[in-house]
């Protein structure tokens, strides 16, 4: 869960916000929507709520959503496919 929370508190995370043209050609990545899908089927359709929460400093659900979903040997492969993508 820290690590979690540390990777989302990142430089790395506040320049990649920041760079809009990086995080949309992210955003349309088959690894992105293999993630998405896993975290919205984990979810029970409560995504949207966690990731307003996240947007508003709550990241606490939105963390505990993705640990589960990198649990799984799927979800944890979606991640590593997602990371080889990032600059």
Known sequence: KEAMEKAMHSKEAAA???????????????????????????????????????TKGDPAKLIELMKEVMAAQEGAKAVQDLKKKLP
């Open 16 to 54: 990649l916000m920041k760079n809009r043209a990086k995080l949309n050609e992210l955003l349309k990545l088959p690894e992105t929507e293999k993630l998405m899908h896993l975290l919205e089927e984990r979810s029970g359709g409560n995504l949207k709520s966690a990731a307003q929460a996240a």
